[in-house]
């Protein structure tokens, strides 16, 4: 049905495509929840911290009341952990949101935006809801080209989006290489910096934004505690950026964007340094489990720096659908990448040791049978 309602810009995005729920294909495949790995949504299989249970069970007795539209408490905690005025942080329900309001509160409709090809999904949805124009820069060995993303700035853009790691292919692009593009970036150009898995990464891959933070006023860090902190279902993210970009955000912000529990339980979360240490940790060891299946498997696959890794299941176009499906009746949920033009690639998010190995164990045998 052609609809005639909302503009044009709206009616031609295609809807964001999130990984399948555990139920849906317990249903669709008559199988019993309890056994269905999902590896699809890169969240920590963690799942929770207890810390966070915690806060939560302390929390549930307001819930008659608003949550602090402010979030004087969780910004507090931030702003001590970050070393950044509690002013120059604002939150968001999920970095979703943050990315968002960050397209909305720095572009005008038919005015651009940079990202590259194969960057985080949202950035395009962002980009085509407000009208405006996307400039999408071809990737490099699956990652951001930053001397053409530089090049590609035009009179009329007025934002850079920038995943590091990116999601779906993990790739990372060193520290000093990522300043000397934000210094190069013309001061009227927002950067929105996406380092939503950003704790992932290894001691020594590591470098300071926030830093950087301070000394350009046209960059914003966008975080989130879905991944390592592990509340994906709260949805609670948050921005760093000095007071002239912040204050852009909170006029478009809904006064109540994050939730009450989600606030208390970020709080316990960003405290938890020991669940944080914990989740890192197995998740290294899992991408070394899985990098070594897939080369024994002889599958090529992209060296990430995030809790999830890209994989080449086949030559033809229909390989990630078809191994997908596979993998499917086996239980195991994973995520096609055919949206993003990487129709023969899956990505799977690092889970538990047994996880891991349940999702090797059904790649083997689908390879094994095509
Ligand atoms: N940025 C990147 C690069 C992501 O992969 C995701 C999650 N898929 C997000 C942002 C948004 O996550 P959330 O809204 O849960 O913070």
Known sequence: MTSQFGPSYVRAIAPYIAGKPISEVAREFGLDAATIVKLASNENPFGMPESAKLA???????????????????????????????????????SNDILEMAAHAFVEKDQSIVYSQYSFAVYALATQGLGARAIVVPAVAYGHDLEAMLAAISGDTRLVFVANPNNPTGTFIDGPTLEAFIARVPRDVAIVLDEAYTEYLAKDKRYDAIGWVRRYPNLLVS?????????????????????????????????FNVNSLAQAA??????????LEKSAAVNAAGYRRLTEAFDKLGLEYVPSDGNFVMVRV?????????????????????????????????????????????????????????
């Open 56 to 94: 939560i069970a302390q929390a549930m007795g307001e819930l008659g009341r608003y949550p602090d539209a402010n979030g004087f408490d969780l910004k507090a905690a931030l702003s001590e952990r970050y070393g950044v005025p509690a002013d120059w942080i604002t939150l968001g329900n999920g």
């Open 223 to 255: 975080r989130t505690f879905s991944k390592a902190f592990g509340l994906a279902g709260l949805r609670v993210g948050f921005a760093i950026a000095q007071p002239e970009l912040t204050d852009l955000l909170n006029r478009l912000r809904q006064p």
């Open 266 to 275: 970020a709080i316990a979360a960003l405290n938890d340094t020991a669940f």
């Open 314 to 370: 086949g030559d033809d176009d229909e390989a990630g659908a078809r191994v997908n499906l596979e993998l499917l009746k086996q239980g195991v949920i994973v995520r096609p990448v055919a949206n993003y033009g990487l129709m023969p690639w899956l990505r799977v998010t690092i889970g538990l040791p047994e996880e891991n190995e349940a999702f090797i164990a059904a790649l083997e045998k689908t390879l094994a049978t095509a």
